[in-house]
């Protein structure tokens, strides 16, 4: 818990950088590729679901070339999917749901076109998982996995790296979308073969205040 402080910590340290950042808001869909590698064979689980975020835009240089800033923000990502197949008259059914905190630390280029802004951004994603439940039910039979329990191989923290493009109308509205590819092998186990990592698809829209 005190790594997920940190987290909120330093974001509101970003926040406060300097009084007339720009601050907006903004919602959207995300859907999680989680890819698990081994020797042999490949497999990917796909979760779609939807992020809320807190953003801070902060204009470090402004040209006739255009725009250079640093864009820091917070970002809570839910996402899950559902399956169910009934065999001799039983039903089963088996889910997953997942719930991130990130902070995107995001380096900004913006060119202005009078009405419309267009915007291209890089940097560094810090991601910890909050939750990862896995539920199967099987008739009245209910297993509940916790991926992040005490025997747990699977890590709650990744780095990711960011990419995305952007456009911002008239200074208020905007939308992006973008890319986070996780870096980091998060499983923790003793096999040395095996490799496990998150990608992130996103596109929203958002508002400045």
Do not use: H
Not at 1 to 6: G, V
Not at 155 to 164: A, C, H, P, S
Not at 191 to 198: A, D, E, G, P, Y
């Amino acid at each position: 818990m005190k790594k997920i402080y940190l987290i909120i910590a330093v974001a509101a340290c970003f926040f406060a950088v300097e009084s007339n950042a720009q601050i907006g808001v903004g919602v959207g869909y995300n859907m999680l590729l989680n890819v698990q590698k081994t020797l042999d064979e490949n497999s990917d689980e796909t979760l779609d679901g939807i992020y809320i975020e807190g953003t801070c835009d902060i204009n470090l240089l402004d040209k006739s070339w255009g725009e250079l800033g640093i864009q820091p923000g917070l970002r809570f990502t839910f996402a899950g999917n559902q399956e169910s197949e009934e065999v001799l008259g039983v039903v089963g059914k088996a889910s997953v749901n997942e719930v991130y905190l990130d902070l995107p630390i995001l380096v900004s280029y913006a060119y202005d076109l009078d009405v419309v802004k267009l915007s291209a951004f890089a940097g560094p994603v810090l991601s910890c998982g909050l939750s990862s439940v896995a539920k199967l039910r099987i008739g009245d039979n209910v297993t509940k996995t916790n991926y992040y329990g005490d025997d747990s191989v699977y890590g709650r923290f990744d780095v990711k790296l960011g990419v995305g493009l952007g456009a911002i109308v008239k200074e208020k509205v905007t939308t992006k979308i973008g890319y986070n590819a996780g870096l980091l092998n998060r499983y923790t186990g003793n096999l040395n073969n095996l490799s496990c990592r998150t990608g992130v698809f996103y596109i929203g829209v958002g508002y400045n205040f």
